[in-house]
């Protein structure tokens, strides 16, 4: 046993005889360094695969050591000798040391001579078809069959798990049984793949000759009169007869002429015809005639639906506008058209998808819906580029393919639930296609090729302004619908929905009549929301009843007040403010929700324990920073209030916000928060007939905040008649509807102060407090 600093090579293997060159890092110049001080130069070169050491070697002599061309260390390594690794030893310096066993190599025999000159021949043989003709020479002249096993070390057809396979085995002749049946299939597996590159070769030779004997084919057919209807020859004639922009027919004809070169057997030609077909379906020069008359489109958007008063404004604005250019024959420079894009932003049910048909119908115009919830493939918008299998054109092109013109109402539903997948973001995609400066020159991937979508009027419809991206509705001319008041309903249901429910129901208007008491009782006590989806669902539900009532007989049914228990059961919605707020502590609160406006309870009581504030109801961080703010606006000013301020710092306060399972956030609970602490730490009840919406400050002041007309119309729904909001939300009353102004005494107030003196019950008025507030 000797001792011998480790050379690890990392994917190689070095076997006897083997001169090799080895690039130097510092694991490996630590054995160089300690096989050049102990003298002889002489160290172990072990294999190491995966991190691992494998157990032989070989021990090697430095040739030389010193720098290649680019500067790194490397040193050229010579084998001598198959050692067997045995345990680690300590040595000098930083290398590893290890004692290690040299194997003596058995003498060959006559078998071991005859598997020699088999090798030798087999590797002639694969050598020659690579044309190696010196190393053929070199093996021709190696007579010792353990050199010529060993040569194996340098054949780049083996892999290092198969040499490291030859370094551990005991005699040449064992080797040698190795390396002819390695030899063998890379033979046959060579033998396979010049099969297959023939077998290639040959069918692209015949797909060559069948293209020139079809082309010849095709010549013939031509001089007979005989052509093919579905050939390139039909393809040209159609692109030359279209209607398609300058640009378009060049781009046409271009993959016109490579589907005349092409053969049908080849999957281009299909992916041509298809982009063939796509592009010849384009409607491009198809323009509806614009309604001019201002009057009928007004009828039409006043008979489809009730309300809506600024959507159904900017429509005829529209149409004005396009009216005074043409009688001036003015023409938009760049072909540009009006590039208008509408979003109408509002709560579910308040009409804004059936409201796009209506606009076609007003203008004119042919109308088609493309659906964006969910989306979140860029190449749904933009299309797929042609080099992809199975590649469409975008929603916007198809969109145009089925609305049959080039100037359709396209209607783009729900793009506030656009996501963003692996694939891209189509809000972002979206920005090209409403962008009034770049859409007249829109490309899509698979087209390739320039569309006007300038004389598109684009609808879009949200549920949450807030969720459209900001670039996306910079884009955009947003119209809210904020919802309906009760009377308004009554008016949707009677002239659109119950007529609608009566025809799906199989009733005519004589079988049934529904009073419009009734209609109002529905609209408030039974479905209390910003649209009328629930509504049109309860009349729904009413007349199946009436028609299961009606069944076999012939009569009229009247629904009044009094039978609605009978077909909806009892009322779901009743006022509720008055019992909540009976008790200091609770206020009411509104809010703005994905369905609309909504009214909510802050509840707030203290109990004995360390001082500090719990926060209840799953809110987000913005409600959690009021809460805060309202707690030590109160401590920090309650004496001027009125208030203890150590009534709220002794004892521990709990916030709550009822409905803990829907997360809630937002900027306008400031003012409810303070009001229910200060109800709590005065004992004075919150008034049951107010609500209240708005942020506060340290300093006692009421800052903005949006919504306020649906917060106001789920006011009014609720039954209050007092609503305070921030001062500088007055503007914003301009927007109400003049049934809810009259219905709501509305108080429009800077300062805090104000707001708990308007909000909270008179001393004198004060009602006993519960057990647990006494304290307080």
């Known amino acids: 046993m000797s001792t011998y600093p480790v050379l690890p090579l990392t994917d190689a293997v070095l076997l006897p005889g083997m001169v090799i060159r080895v690039t130097l890092d510092s694991t490996t110049q630590s054995a160089v360094d300690a096989a ?27 040739e ?53 000159r088999e090798y030798k021949a087999l590797l002639t043989s694969l050598l020659q078809q690579r044309s190696a003709w010196e190393v053929v020479d070199a093996v021709e002249r190696m007579t010792d069959p353990v050199q010529l096993a060993d040569s194996a070390g340098y054949a780049p057809w083996l892999s290092v798990e198969q040499k490291m396979e030859l370094l551990a085995a005991p005699d040449a002749a064992h080797r040698l049984e190795l390396l002819i049946g390695w030899v063998r299939d890379y033979l046959a597996e060579q033998q396979v793949a010049e099969q297959i590159s023939t077998d290639v070769r040959e069918g692209i030779e015949k797909s060559q000759r069948e293209f020139l004997l079809r082309q010849q084919l095709a010549a013939i057919r031509k001089e007979l009169g005989e052509d093919e209807p579905d050939g390139s020859a039909d393809y040209r004639t159609r692109v030359e007869a279209a209607d398609l922009p300058e640009k378009v027919r060049a781009a046409a004809l271009q993959e016109v002429g490579k589907l005349e070169r092409a053969s049908d057997a080849t999957p281009e030609a299909g992916w041509i015809r298809t982009w063939l077909d796509t592009v010849l379906d384009v409607p491009w020069g198809v323009r509806t005639e614009d309604n001019t008359d201002l009057v009928a489109a007004r009828a039409t958007l006043d008979a489809d639906h009730t309300g809506l008063a600024d959507v159904k404004d900017r429509i005829l604005e529209h149409l004005a506008v396009r009216n005074r250019r043409a009688a001036r024959n003015l023409q938009v420079v760049g072909g540009r058209g009006s590039g208008a894009v509408l979003a109408l932003g509002g709560p579910p049910g308040v009409g804004k998808t059936s409201l796009g048909e209506s606009v076609a119908r007003a203008l004119g115009r042919n109308f088609v819906r493309v659906s964006l919830g969910g989306i979140r493939d860029e190449a749904e918008i933009r299309g797929h580029r042609r080099t992809y299998v199975g590649a469409l054109p975008g929603r916007i092109v198809r969109a145009l393919r089925e609305a049959g013109s080039m100037n359709p109402v396209i209607l783009l539903d729900e793009v506030d639930k656009l996501t963003t997948g692996f694939s891209g973001d189509p809000a972002a995609a979206l920005l090209e296609v409403l962008d009034p400066a770049q859409n007249h020159t829109f490309r899509d991937h698979y087209l390739e090729v320039d569309l006007d979508l300038s004389d598109v009027l684009f609808l879009a419809t949200a549920n949450v302004v807030d969720n459209i991206p900001g670039p996306l509705l910079d884009r955009m001319e947003l119209v809210t619908l904020d919802g309906y008041t009760e009377q308004e309903k009554v008016g949707i249901a009677r002239d659109h929905l119950l007529p609608r429910q009566l025809d799906r129901a199989g009733l005519s208007p004589g079988d049934v009549t529904v009073s419009e008491e009734a209609l109002a009782l529905i609209a408030g006590e039974y479905t209390r929301e910003a649209g009328v989806r629930q509504l049109e669902r309860a009349l729904a539900k009413i007349l199946r009843k009436v028609a299961v009532a009606l069944a076999g007989t012939d009569g009229q049914v009247n629904v009044g007040v009094g039978d609605l228990v009978g077909y909806l059961g009892r009322p779901r919605f009743t006022p509720e403010s008055a019992e909540r707020t009976a008790v200091p502590g609770v206020a009411t609160g509104l809010a703005v929700t994905g369905a609309g406006g909504d009214v909510l309870f802050i509840e707030a009581t203290s109990m004995e324990g360390e001082p500090g504030l719990t926060l209840t109801g799953q809110l987000g961080d913005v409600m959690k920073e009021s809460a805060h703010i309202a707690l030590s606006y109160l401590r920090s000013h309650g004496r001027e209030l009125g208030l203890d301020p150590n009534a709220l710092a002794a004892r521990r306060i709990h916030l709550h916000v009822p409905a803990g399972a829907v997360p809630k956030d937002g900027p306008s609970a400031g003012i409810t928060m303070v009001t229910a602490l200060a109800s709590l730490a005065s004992g004075r009840p919150v008034r049951s007939d107010i609500g209240m919406t708005g942020e506060v400050t340290l300093a006692g002041r009421v800052l903005p905040i949006g919504g306020v007309k649906q917060k106001l119309l789920a006011a009014h729904r609720a039954g209050l008649s007092d609503v305070i909001i921030p001062a500088r939300n007055e503007p914003d009353l301009d927007d109400l509807p003049e049934e809810v102004r009259a219905g709501l005494r509305i108080h429009p107030l800077a300062d805090v102060a104000d707001v708990l003196r308007i909000a909270l019950e008179p001393a004198a008025a004060e009602v006993p407090a519960a057990p647990h507030l006494a304290a307080v």
Do not use: C, F, N, Q
Request: glycine share 16%.
């Open 36 to 62: 050049r001080s102990a003298g002889d130069k002489t160290l172990l070169a072990v294999p190491r695969i995966d991190g691992g050491y494998a157990s032989h070697g070989v021990t090697a002599i430095l």
């Open 64 to 116: 030389k050591v010193g720098r290649l061309a680019g500067g790194e260390p490397a040193a050229v390594l010579r084998g001598v000798s198959r050692a067997r690794i045995g345990s680690g030893v300590p040595g000098p310096g930083a290398a590893l040391w290890v004692e290690a066993e040299l194997l003596d190599e058995p003498a060959p025999t006559g078998r071991t001579r005859e598997l020699a």
